[in-house]
């Protein structure tokens, strides 16, 4: 099976999920300057879930850009990442309504905790299809920055609990690590097929 359809369906859910983002956002109501206050949270919110679906859509494209082979598994283990990414329009909204407010804090790391988780295991079902010895196994190796940034939403999620602005500082903090696409996979990708 190839990857085209692939690529264009978990594009055109990334598309959808900005969207969806961005109409989440509301006029102000008054014709000052003062009136956009209302929107500071909401727009930090979507400004930091706006830079962590983009990295994650980077990234997916370096990952598929050597990928060959697709078959049932991987649909599956793509499906699940675009399942959880596809809830940052409704946390992301609701963290910056609230103004990170604990539960909302909370609940928006735990799903960019299980957008990670799955985006790792995508990468897993990808080498295991193409093999352990691909090109693409050696690139991704262990996946420390992975690893690390699932970590650290692990961590900021209870954190969220008790210091909301500290987990959102954590869940910047990983987005700042990933704004410069995976470097393995980019540099990878500038090599002939």
């Given at each position: 099976?190839?990857?085209?359809?692939?690529?264009?369906?978990?594009?055109?859910?990334?598309?959808?999920?900005?969207?969806?983002?961005v109409l989440e956002l509301k006029v102000p109501h008054g014709d000052d300057l003062s009136a956009l206050r209302v929107l500071a949270a909401p727009f930090a919110a979507y400004v930091l879930s706006f830079l962590?679906?983009?990295?994650?859509?980077?990234?997916?494209?370096h990952l598929l850009a050597r990928t060959e082979l697709v078959n049932g598994k991987v649909l599956w283990a793509n499906l699940n990442f675009l399942f959880w990414l596809s809830l940052m329009p409704v946390t992301t909204a609701w963290m910056g309504e609230t103004r990170l407010a604990p539960v909302p804090t909370a609940l928006y790391g735990f799903d960019l905790f299980l957008a990670g988780v799955s985006?790792?295991?995508?990468?897993?079902?990808?080498?295991?299809?193409?093999?352990?010895?691909?090109?693409?196994?050696q690139l991704i190796g262990s996946d420390t920055k992975g690893r690390l940034s699932t970590g650290l939403y692990a961590v900021a999620v209870p954190v969220a609990c008790a210091h909301p602005r500290l987990a959102a500082a954590i869940y910047a903090l990983v987005a700042l690590m990933w704004f410069i696409p995976d470097r393995r996979l980019e540099s990878y990708e500038a090599l002939p097929p």
């Open positions: 099976m190839t990857k085209g359809r692939l690529e264009a369906f978990s594009d055109g859910v990334i598309a959808i999920i900005i969207t969806v983002m962590h679906v983009g990295i994650y859509w980077n990234n997916h494209h985006y790792f295991v995508l990468g897993r079902v990808l080498v295991r299809n193409q093999g352990p010895r691909s090109p693409l196994a």
